[in-house]
Nanobody, 130 residues
Framework: QVQLVESGGGLVQAGGSLRLSCAASGRTFSRYAMGWFRQAPGKEREFVAVISWSASSAYYADYADSVKGRFDISRDNAKNTVYLQMNNLKPEDTAVYYC????????????????????WGQGTQVTVSS
């Protein structure tokens, strides 16, 4: 069983930055692909970013078009933590952000589909004011 706890959300003005963190329990974190999703009021949960697990020093990341060039995902396996650096935030980025872990993804895979993820955090609210 894996538990995920997000932190770092808050209220920020448009153009500002936030860094989300997701701390994971369990000894196999390094073998999980880790993703971030978000859900705005009245909308479905959508993919934001993912970072693969790796058998070497190379990791692969993928981003939703809406955040590409503004958000950066990274991981620290020694700390069992994945991060989402969010820059140049826009009001449309307002949502609850969820961290998720995929235990069945092949090495270097970057799944975007929610059904590929086994474990989810409780979410952290990000609000961007105009």
């Amino acid at each position: 069983q894996v538990q995920l706890v997000e932190s770092g959300g808050g209220l920020v003005q448009a153009g500002g930055s936030l860094r989300l963190s997701c701390a994971a329990s369990g000894r196999t974190f390094s073998r999980y692909a880790m993703g971030w999703f978000r859900q705005a009021p009245g909308k479905e949960r959508e993919f934001v970013a993912v970072i693969s697990w790796s058998a070497s020093s190379a990791y692969y990341a993928d981003y939703a078009d809406s955040v590409k060039g503004r958000f950066d995902i990274s991981r620290d396996n020694a700390k069992n933590t994945v991060y989402l650096q969010m820059n140049n935030l826009k009001p449309e980025d307002t949502a609850v952000y969820y961290c998720a872990a995929s235990s069945s993804s092949p090495v270097y895979a970057t799944p975007r589909d929610r059904i590929r993820y086994d474990y989810w955090g409780q979410g952290t609210q990000v609000t961007v004011s105009s």
